[in-house]
């Protein structure tokens, strides 16, 4: 649908929830999924029209929302809501997410301390979202599963091989690749499920305002272990976090959640690596889908880097695991011949 059309849907809903008002409505860029936000201007105040045609991510977005702010969590509010026009009206939290706010520093000052205060924040809230916000959640509006089960690991996996490894041209063993995907997924299974996991806490999701976080794009969530999430914030390949600061926030967030939640420190790190691999190859397979298939260029630019970034995690996680077919594809990718190109171009 085209702006403008949806710029009428919204207009139009807007006067049918809060009466008839002079207003501006401006399109904001868009990311990487399908749903359109609108800043709606108007004399002292704004609002965020948002549009999804996915109705299940809708109702899971308006309902974690408002358990979230009854459980004291820093989100938008949920002004109005029209299900049938595909809908909603958020709070306005601005312009600067994590992501823009560090890179409005001098890259020599991304990671000093103000950075690190800041980081330690995010992380506090984390925790408080994956043991105060699973409590009382209503998991039926997950979607599209309740947990980070078995199914969804291997959806990301063969999303990693299908949208990545094969657009890159990279070789493998497809039934030895397959067999490394059952291990990992059991091997993970191991952790339980006792968290709300927010699936893609990066630093496009963070919102910054007078140095404090709040949090967005959270309807992908569902029940899970809590090393997804620190490792999809710590190891965002669009990030060049130095691993000193990587291990310092690591350390500071399991002594926190160990001490909240009374889980063993020792577990927690030793699967933390296999949920860090998980992470970062889901995350490839969207480079890989946006940026080659879709050919949208702000999501090739983050491949090089995430390959690094992997292939540093499999050095720790052969410590714990054995997933040959894997690790060896894995270090196969530098090898291919469009990785190569990507790099090239990322020196110039």
Known sequence: MEDIEIIKIISEGYDKLFGSSEKEIVALPRSGSDR??????????SVIGTYNANHEENEAFIGFSRHFRFRMLPVPEIYGYLPNEFVYYQQDLGDDN????????????????????????????LILFQ?????????????????????????DMNYFKYMFLKLLAVPFNERRLENDFETLA???????????????????????????PWFI?????????????????????KIPMPEQNREELLEYYIE???????????????????FSMIRLMQALGAFGFRGLYEQKPTFT?????????????IRRAEEHIRL???FTTIRTIPESGLFKKLSEVRKK
Request: hydrophobic fraction near 30%; aromatic fraction near 14%; proline fraction near 5%.
């Open 256 to 274: 926190k959640f160990c001490s909240d939640s009374e889980e063993e420190k020792h577990k927690f790190r030793g699967h933390y690596s296999g």
């Open 186 to 212: 059991d091997y993970l299974l191991e952790t339980g499920q006792d968290y709300f996991l927010y699936r893609d806490f990066q630093t496009a999701n963070v919102m910054v305002i007078d140095r404090e």
């Open 217 to 237: 794009d959270y309807q992908g969530g569902r029940k899970g272990a809590p090393q997804y999430d620190v490792a999809s914030l710590l190891y965002d390949a």
């Open 98 to 125: 994590l992501y823009t706010w560090l890179h409005k520093k001098p890259p020599e000052s991304f990671f000093d301390e103000e950075t690190m205060i800041l980081y330690r924040k995010i992380l506090d809230k």
């Open 301 to 313: 630019d983050s491949i090089v880097p995430g390959v690094k970034i992997l292939s540093q995690i």
């Open 36 to 45: 359109r936000y609108f800043r709606i201007n108007m004399p002292g105040s």
């Open 131 to 155: 043991i105060r916000g699973i409590d009382g959640l209503n998991l039926d509006l997950c979607y599209p599963h309740k947990s980070f089960d078995r199914q969804s690991m291997m959806w």
């Open 324 to 326: 040959p077919e894997l």
